[in-house]
């Protein structure tokens, strides 16, 4: 499916992670985009802090609680490119980075605080052998770890997202990520993605290509707030 299709039914998918590679074969893709609610959740822009991707408040006057909106989406160590919805991020990457793995960091994490909604903590992790997506959600009331591993198909990613749909309490994403198109444009990819985002609750995307090969990064960031 075309990842517009999916985002244009959707008013609210809330924080959405998109990973997969380019038709040509030649690059790896991930797409990171947030939404908010509240003026806490809306009051935020990403900014480019060298090969990674830091949130930072637009108005710091606005922030009320910065422990689930500020953090760093994107991180790279070496050939692998990290992206997360929370601080997991760094969880992840500090643990790769001592000689553990993917699932073994975020084993050690869990879904949100943020009850009634526990917002489910939703992370990926590329390179070019291939790809995961994870999600850590409330479950029967304790943390249902899911990992979903994948190999390389050119042109072809995978979608996750932290809610189903609207609501109140929102309910949690279901099943497994969807398989989307991956289109060799990037800037292309981006404002496909924003452009079927609800114009009222999104608040900034970012998309990031990586040349297999020589690493060569491409980084598009769109922000609500300018």
Same mark, same amino acid.
Request: charged share 25%.
């Given at each position: 499916? %075309?990842?517009?299709?999916?985002?244009? %039914?959707?008013?609210?998918?809330?924080?959405?992670?998109?990973?997969?590679?380019?038709?040509?074969? !030649? !690059?790896?893709?991930?797409?990171?985009?947030?939404?908010?609610?509240?003026?806490?959740?809306?009051?935020?822009?990403?900014?480019?802090?060298?090969?990674?991707?830091?949130? %930072?408040?637009?108005?710091?006057? !606005?922030?009320?609680?910065?422990?689930?909106?500020?953090?760093?989406p994107l991180r790279v160590l070496d050939e692998k490119t990290i992206i997360t919805n929370g601080d997991q991020t760094d969880t992840v990457y500090e643990g790769m980075k001592a000689g553990g793995t993917f699932e073994g960091a975020l084993r050690t994490r869990m879904y949100e605080p943020d009850e009634p909604n526990f917002t489910p903590r939703i992370s990926g992790i590329v390179s070019k052998e291939g790809y995961k997506l994870s999600i850590l959600k409330y479950s029967q009331g304790t943390c249902l770890r899911e990992i979903f591993d994948y190999e390389p198909v050119f042109g072809k990613g995978n979608f996750i997202h932290t809610y189903k749909c609207d609501g109140n309490p929102i309910p949690t994403f279901e099943g497994e990520p969807v398989c989307v198109e991956i289109p060799d444009c990037a800037k292309c990819f981006a404002e496909e993605i924003w452009n079927s985002l609800n114009e009222d609750n999104k608040v900034s995307l970012l998309v990031r290509y990586t040349d297999n090969e020589t690493l060569e990064k491409e980084t598009i960031i769109i922000n609500k707030n300018k």
């Open positions: 499916m %075309k990842i517009s299709e999916l985002l244009s %039914k959707n008013t609210y998918p809330g924080r959405g992670i998109v990973i997969g590679y380019t038709k040509d074969g !030649k !690059k790896s893709a991930v797409a990171y985009f947030i939404m908010g609610r509240s003026v806490n959740s809306r009051n935020r822009v990403f900014l480019n802090n060298g090969d990674d991707v830091m949130i %930072k408040a637009y108005d710091e006057s !606005k922030l009320s609680d910065p422990s689930l909106v500020i953090y760093s």
